[in-house]
């Protein structure tokens, strides 16, 4: 079978329809994106008046969740990358089998991960360096989390359901609704009001499961009326399946938290002003990466739904026209943080000891826009063909092999900052390099095996 010649970046397909296609699954998932991570700060936020201890008992707490959430997210990209090649193929029963049982899993994986967190409250509060009066609070606050840590998966697994399904526009009410809840519940929660008593730091935790319950039950019942999940039907291969492709995700995603977590660690070295103008930096950069985020959703249920149909050619062009759209707005914004950094670090903070740091952070990151975009574009891609394990090589290649060592190196050498933040320039023009070369080769070939008698056809 002949295969056209070329870079696998080269245009070869109906290019407006599946830009088209890609904006609409996209936008709700940026949205849910920004929800999601506003869910923390409104915790944060919420608890500040309670004193600077009840914000680091929250905060230490949520760092404490963030690593057991990992598990969730294998879970659910497994979720996703095989309920949306089940639809490809055009067999939607199988899919909804799969789909309810695989939420039971997942509510059962995290019923033992509770138990787990429960145990391991305080000593993981204490290990982080935390003062026995924020271990205490740190306590309080898991114990509610925890406590109701299947609702978590719960909500998780549902929303891969609807994402494999190509709705990303069902999550986005969910988790929208889920935080307006929270903001009315949490405050009289927290500090108490009329009959209710003040709970503090666990008024907070209380609020997010209520609101996390409710999204739950709203993505539950829009599943089974819209036939996305069965309680009969899927076969255990197609569980194994799912966990082939999701145990390498949550690596993946373990190694790259825990590697931030170290190179944090690392430029902390050069002290609290250059640590806040990191963090600041941080916060600006998302304005740019969310976006691609959210297209890298988009890209992953497109690939998996049109390699499960056997169609190669449409998952190439998706991969091909995400890639390219990411770029587009990325380097935009790159240009935007090496031209006009000093207003945007001032949008944040006015302390000058952060303000010339922050500049130069974002001048640095401003170059590794477009290896950055590519990289998470053309991973989203391989995860919705089901290649993870790739996709966990080059993590550990770029995160572990040349970010942290080539950070530590130059800080140790008494190296200046602009070293350190360099690193992440080579890290992800390496781990594009690494996924450019996979590509390059064979373009995209689907790992998920449907069990079918044929996953052949458009080639």
Known sequence: MSR???????????????????????????????????????????????????????GVGQLHVFLWTTALWGISAGTTVVTAHLRGAKDPDRAAGVAGRLLAAGIGIAAVLAILGLLGRTWVARLMGAAPDVVDLAAAYLGLLFLFFPITAALSVLAAVFHGAGNTRVPLIAYAGANLLHVAIAIPLIYGVGTIEPMGVRGAALAVVLSDGAAAVFLFVLALKGGLIRWRGGSGGMIRETFRVGLPVFFDRLLQQVGQMTYAKIVLLYGTSVYAAHQVGLAIEAFSFMPALGAGLAVTTLVGQALGGGRARRANAVMREGAWLAVAFMALMGVVFFSVPGPLIRAFTDDA???????????????????????????????????????????????????????????????????????????????????????????????????????????
Not at 17 to 43: E, M, N, Q, T, Y
Not at 397 to 426: C, E, H, K, L, T
């Open 353 to 459: 000891g952060v303000l010339e740091p922050g500049i130069l952070y974002l001048r640095i990151v401003a170059l590794l826009q477009v290896p950055l975009a590519l990289t998470l574009l053309l991973a989203a891609a391989l995860r919705g063909s089901g290649d993870t394990r790739y996709n966990l090589i080059v993590t550990i290649g770029g995160m572990w092999g040349v970010r942290i060592p080539a950070a530590a190196a130059a800080a140790f050498a008494g190296a200046p900052i602009a070293a350190v933040w360099s690193a992440m320039i080579v890290d992800w023009t390496v781990r594009t390099a690494l996924i450019v070369r996979r590509l390059s080769r064979r373009g995209l070939v689907t790992k998920v095996s449907l069990g079918l008698p044929s996953q052949g056809g458009e080639r």
């Open 4 to 58: 056209r010649r070329g870079s696998f970046l080269s245009p070869l397909f109906h290019t407006g329809r599946v830009r088209r296609h890609i904006a609409k699954l996209a936008w709700p998932a940026v949205l849910s994106h920004l929800f999601l991570r506003l869910g923390g700060i409104l915790d944060v936020f919420l608890v500040g008046r309670l004193g600077a201890s009840a914000i680091a008992g929250v």
